[in-house]
């Protein structure tokens, strides 16, 4: 089964917040990162099946950009990531999300 992951970057937490929870609603996906990036701006990064994600990413960046001065500053969709590329990015399924995978 092919896995992807979605990232949302907003400026803002109203809007991040929207993002994720629509996300989580939407499809079958699991929420594996979410921090500040910068500047006020904040991410949300999921994992699940492709086509779940890009349904999901859709949804999330709707609602964020519906959110309260909701701005999406960049997304982006990385199907089939290599497996070497979660020990360097905050992508893996910890033990803190592995209770809520689907």
């Known amino acids: 089964m092919p ?18 929870d629509a996300m989580v609603k ?6 594996v990162s979410f921090d500040k990036a910068e500047r006020a701006q904040f991410y949300v990064a999921i994992r699940g099946q492709v086509s779940e994600v ?3 990413m859709i ?3 709707e609602a964020a ?12 969709t990385i199907p089939n ?12 399924f910890s033990d803190e999300v592995e209770a809520f995978r689907v």
């Open 54 to 56: 890009e349904r999901s």
């Open 59 to 61: 949804a999330g960046i």
């Open 26 to 31: 939407t499809a079958s996906v699991t929420l």
């Open 3 to 20: 896995i992807a992951v979605g990232v949302i970057q907003t400026d803002g937490f109203p809007a991040v917040l929207a993002a994720a």
């Open 65 to 76: 950009e519906q959110s309260y001065n909701g701005t999406v500053i960049t997304h982006y």
């Open 81 to 92: 990531p290599p497996e070497n590329l979660e020990s360097v990015m905050p992508i893996a």
